[in-house]
């Protein structure tokens, strides 16, 4: 449900409420023991309610100008979360209920043309993730090997939200022709960055991924109709950076990584 205010020409401002649902679930195998038995109550898993507000501006401040500010606030019950356990048997991941979880934050997304051949663009995302209330999440990486199985880590950050990210862009095009094509020539150049995140259910200071910045790059010629053809480069600073790290299962101890890709370029026709 949105509802929407236009105060003039280049104010609009807007608030939204959802609602959503996911059924229940089942784990068929991997999940841990109590006294040596499955933990079977946790072999069913709850639904998943969804709250959502949000409310924001979208802006126009000046000619060929974007500035939008959006604040979020996402309550979520019985959160549907895929854990892996570090626990000796537990040899794969499994699905548990978080009782409660609350992301809220905001984003400030702009864009700018500053006349016919250069337009930059930006954006950066505050987000606060919590578990609210997680009593039965597996031992963090550290604690494996200790008398009980579960712990409760409410209060903690959810893995894989990173308190800060944002990107930076800018492109410069220019009117060109091209195998007998009127087009646009272009050259862009892009930034990504985020700040270190929890990669584990369970916070461990062991599998906290560093943040990082990856830089991107596109060049090449567009038409409306014809060939277009552009080169374009992922990560071209080559950068190493960890997408993900997991303990792995059935063990003590050991934890993996998930690396990021490495400079990659091409050609898109």
Do not use: C, M
């Not at 048997?89 to 250069?118: M, P, Q, T």
């Not at 337009?119 to 200790?146: C, H, I, M, Q, R």
């Not at 480069?233 to 790290?245: A, P, V």
């Amino acid at each position: 449900l949105t509802v929407s205010y236009k105060a003039t020409d280049k104010i609009n401002a807007y608030a939204t409420y959802a609602k959503s649902y996911k059924p229940v679930g089942v784990n068929v195998a991997g999940l841990p023991s109590i006294a040596g038995q499955p933990a079977l109550d946790l072999a069913v898993i709850k639904p998943e309610n969804v709250n959502h507000y949000e409310f924001g501006v979208k802006t126009s401040p000046l000619k060929n100008s974007i500035l939008n500010l959006t604040f979020f606030n996402t309550n979520i019950k019985d959160f549907q979360t895929n854990v892996q356990a570090a626990e000796l048997g537990v040899n794969r991941g499994y699905l548990a209920n978080a009782d409660k979880v609350r992301v809220k934050g905001a984003e400030l997304d702009a864009s700018f043309k500053i006349n016919n051949h250069f337009n930059v663009y930006g954006a950066v995302t505050y987000t606060d993730g919590k578990y609210v209330k997680f009593t039965n999440a597996p031992l963090p990486l550290e604690e494996t090997g200790s008398a009980v199985s579960f712990k409760d880590v409410s209060g903690t950050d959810l893995p894989g939200v990173s308190k800060w990210a944002g990107n930076l862009g800018g492109e410069y095009t220019t009117n060109a022709k091209f195998f007998g094509s009127l087009g646009k020539f272009f050259i862009a150049l892009d930034g990504y960055a985020r700040s270190e995140f929890s990669s584990s259910p369970s916070a461990s200071k062991y599998l906290v991924v560093p943040g990082y910045a990856i830089f991107n790059g596109r060049i090449g010629f567009r038409v409306a109709e014809g060939l277009s053809i552009h080169f374009w480069g992922r990560n071209l600073l080559d950068k190493d950076y960890y997408e993900q790290l997991l303990p792995a299962g059935g063990n003590s101890g050991q934890y993996a990584g998930v690396l990021g890709d490495q400079r990659t370029y091409g050609l898109t026709l």
